[in-house]
């Protein structure tokens, strides 16, 4: 389980794949290129699919300053960049477990996090060293 | 040329053709997914009438349990959609901007650029095209290239006409990425240094490019960029390394039509990222050098050797960029750089100072420009901008005035511009 910190209270989100991913474990950096679409597949050939939640969304600022090391704004900004100079797209975003859920058990490549009480059998958990 | 050319074509009309016609068999499927979950979303509707009718006893609950679901299926339907409008990403920017200045041209409008970008991913595969629109009076720095400047039938240059513009493009490649080690891109594309591949004025502080730019490193190249990079984790940082290798077309006016050579320019470029710790967010230097040659009209083509430094750096609010580039043909050295140290005073407003210089034999321009200026930026799609500029000719010994030429004098400007991404 990877541990957040948000001012004053300590918000947890675990990592979650699609249940046919066969991926053991991830580290922060390997997190991190996956959510700036630095690495695209997966080591098994699937294309990676991250799934974001919503820019006003508490679980997104503190994905986004933990792991990506930046605020959501900077990541925004990132984006545009990306947007220019790759053609890339940031991930597509879901305001709410059930929503986040729901992709990543119907979509093979899909990764995302959520609150671990949102957690059930349709998703796997992948932790995160 | 022209075979390579069509034997290209054929190769992208036979790698194109499954993917479209699959995607459109996609699109067919996603659509009659969209109507069947706007169906689901309809019969929740009338459930939440019917039980708003019902007694309040146990109504509360199911209410929001409905309300979750409603959502859950309204973000699904977003997706869905999200993955239609994503087969192909448009995007586009828009930048309008004044300037008044004491030099030879004191003040103008310019509809600078409106550039559109269209992009598409297909696993290991992207393809970029960028459009720009630009309107040419009024703008010396397009003219100056030699992009659009021809002369009429009248005896007059295009740059006369109030109005003209052009369509230009600037970006047209596909890339193919075996994996992080190795990529391949084709096609036209920018140069490989920072300031080419970040030039966009969404993400440019100052309104105005530096004054030595185009008279190093070409902006573009139409050819073969080998790329990759590897990293190495340090902490929670990592220590990363890139290379750029390419062989592509010369450089020199409508280079794809006078390309009278068989013997291509290539250039090399590595990168090293070092690990950012505490304060330290980005640390990045690159080297860059470039073989090539130019145009020199009747005496045929001439040899051109450039190098260049750059790094770019960030630590708390604090940002610094620097380029500086030398580059020698015909026995003739030309050198120019900038230094850009800029503040993030809050999340919507930046300032920043650059001080730049140009030394070419090759135009007969020796300058030394500052710009300190501001930008606003609300959101990120938006940049709201102002900088006052000083420019100052340099004496130099290569410099020579022609008779009745007036001699160049220092002048100061100020340039304000408004910029959008779409």
Redesign the interface.
């Known amino acids: 389980m990877w541990t957040g910190h948000a001012s004053t209270q300590i918000i947890p989100f675990v990592v979650i794949v699609n249940n046919a991913n066969p991926v053991q474990s991830l580290?922060?950096?390997e997190l991190r290129r996956i959510f700036t679409k630095?690495?695209?597949?997966w080591p098994h050939g699937e294309?990676v699919v991250p799934v974001d939640w919503d820019s006003t969304h508490y679980l997104r600022s503190v994905f986004s300053k933990d792991v990506l090391?930046r605020?959501v704004?900077e990541m925004?900004?990132y984006?545009?960049?990306q947007?220019?100079?790759?053609?890339?797209?940031p991930p597509?975003t879901?305001?709410?477990a059930?929503?986040v859920l729901?992709?990543v058990a119907s979509v093979p490549g899909a990764i995302s996090y959520v609150p671990p009480s949102e957690v059930d059998e349709t998703v796997r958990v992948v932790p995160v060293k | 040329m022209k075979r390579v050319f069509l034997f290209m074509v054929a190769i992208l009309a036979v790698c194109g053709g499954s993917p479209l016609w699959a995607q459109q068999n996609d699109i067919a499927v996603l659509r009659a997914e969209i109507a069947q979950q706007q169906i689901v979303i309809a019969q929740l509707l009338k459930r939440i009438e019917a039980l708003e009718k019902q007694p309040p006893a146990g109504v509360a609950e199911s209410l929001q349990d409905l309300e979750e679901d409603m959502k859950a299926q309204d973000d699904s339907l977003n997706s869905l959609r999200e993955t239609i409008n994503n087969k192909v990403n448009l995007n586009g920017y828009y930048n309008f901007r004044f300037f008044a200045d004491g030099s030879a041209d004191p003040m103008a409008f310019q509809q600078h650029h409106l550039g559109v970008l269209m992009a598409k991913q297909l696993g290991k595969f992207n393809f970029l095209m960028e459009l720009e629109l630009q309107n040419v009076p009024h703008h010396p720095e397009i003219s100056e290239s030699g992009e659009v400047e021809e002369h009429l039938e009248d005896g007059t240059s295009s740059e006369d006409i109030s109005g003209e513009g052009q369509v230009a493009v600037e970006n047209a490649w596909m890339e193919y990425n075996h994996n992080r080690f190795l990529g391949v891109r084709v096609g036209k594309q920018l140069s490989p240094q920072y300031w080419w591949q970040n030039h966009y004025p969404n993400l440019t502080l100052s309104t105005a490019t530096p004054i030595y730019l185009r008279e190093l490193f070409p902006a573009e190249l139409v050819g073969v960029t080998v790329q990759g990079s590897a990293a190495k984790p340090v902490g929670a940082s990592e220590l990363g390394v890139g290379y750029k290798f390419y062989v592509a077309n010369n450089n020199f006016e409508g280079n794809s039509r006078t390309d009278r050579d068989d013997s291509k320019s290539w250039g090399a470029r590595g990168e090293v990222r070092l690990p950012a710790k505490g304060a330290v967010r980005r640390l990045d230097f690159a080297f860059d050098m470039y073989r090539g040659m130019v145009g020199v009209g009747e005496a045929g083509l001439a040899e051109d050797h450039v190098w260049g430094f750059e790094t770019q750096f960030e630590m708390s609010q604090f940002l610094f960029q620097s380029e500086w580039a030398r580059g020698t043909s015909l026995e003739q050295t030309r050198t120019g750089y900038y230094l850009q140290p800029a503040y993030r005073i809050d999340e919507d407003w930046i300032t920043f100072y650059r001080l730049e210089q140009l030394e070419s034999p090759r135009i007969q321009r020796a300058e030394r420009r500052h710009l300190a200026g501001i930008n606003f930026r609300p959101y990120p799609q938006i940049a709201l901008k102002g900088e006052l500029y000083r420019s100052q000719p340099l004496e130099r010994d290569f410099l020579h005035t022609e008779e009745g030429e007036e001699e160049s004098k220092p002048f100061n400007g100020i340039a304000l511009a408004a910029v959008f991404f779409f």
Do not use: C, I, Y
């Open positions: 580290s922060v950096l630095q690495s695209r597949m294309p090391d605020t704004r925004q900004e984006w545009v960049q947007s220019m100079t790759q053609g890339l797209t597509s879901q305001r709410s059930r929503a729901r992709f």
